[in-house]
């Protein structure tokens, strides 16, 4: 069963960086794209930033330019570089496999709380 492991959020002044990482197990890390999503409270979850399993990587235009994702296969972990935070980036952040429509796994980790906040 695949498990999702989700670290790294904190209290951040508007502009500062965080690093999050997630490490994975249970399931064959290396062949999939991997992605990060947030939801902040009352919205939806939404897609953030994925890589590919060649390293190709995406981002959503209201992030671009500011964070960046990256993998480590031999860590099983998957890694979002958090730069220029602002405001309105404070939700709980999350790992999982995008999907055309959705993501792969429905079992969720804890997820990461990011506060963005003077």
């Known amino acids: 069963q695949v498990q999702l492991v989700e670290s790294g959020g904190g209290l951040v002044q508007p502009g500062g960086s965080l690093r999050l990482s997630c490490v994975v197990s249970?399931?064959?890390?290396?062949?999939?794209?991997w992605g990060w999503y947030r939801q902040a409270p009352g919205k939806q979850r939404e897609l953030v930033a994925t890589?590919?399993?060649?390293?190709?990587?995406s981002y959503a235009d209201f992030v671009q330019g500011r964070f960046s994702i990256s993998r480590d296969n031999a860590k099983n972990t998957v890694y979002l570089q958090m730069n220029n935070l602002k405001p309105e980036d404070t939700a709980v952040y999350y790992c999982?496999?995008?999907?055309?429509?959705?993501?792969?796994?429905?079992?969720w980790g804890q997820g990461t709380q990011v506060t963005v906040s003077s």
């Open positions: 999982n496999v995008p999907r055309t429509i959705g993501w792969l796994y429905d079992s």
């Open positions: 249970g399931t064959l890390f290396r062949i999939n794209a």
């Open positions: 890589v590919t399993n060649g390293g190709i990587t």
